[in-house]
């Protein structure tokens, strides 16, 4: 009544997930990287959810994204979820360059 791995694919799943860890996701960003992206999440996620507080329709959140959405979306789902959901949509370069534009 459930799928299991065999114990060898288990394993070298298992070596794999240890393998990237130490080698990719735990080196992948310097300590001032992260800091940078934190300080870049926060201020595009305050100045999203001003945009939509003061209905600026100007704002990339509206022309980008909420303007695509229905009716529905944007009626059951509240503010900050709505920040959320667009800058986790974005790629990487495009979340580096809309921070640089707001900078």
Do not use: C, H, W
Not at 60 to 84: A, C, G, P
């Amino acid at each position: 009544p459930y799928i299991k791995l065999s114990d060898e694919v288990y394993n070298a799943i298992f070596e794999l997930k240890e393998f990237n860890y130490k080698n990719i996701y735990f080196r992948a960003n310097t300590s001032e990287q992260i800091e940078y992206y934190k300080g870049a999440f926060n201020k595009l996620f305050n100045k999203y959810l001003i945009d939509l507080e003061e209905s600026n329709k100007d704002s990339d959140i509206y022309t980008k994204f909420l303007n695509k959405m229905n009716e529905e979306y944007i009626n059951n789902n509240d503010k900050k979820r709505i920040v959320i959901d667009y800058i986790s949509g974005m790629t990487d370069d495009y979340f580096i360059s809309s921070y640089e534009n707001i900078k």
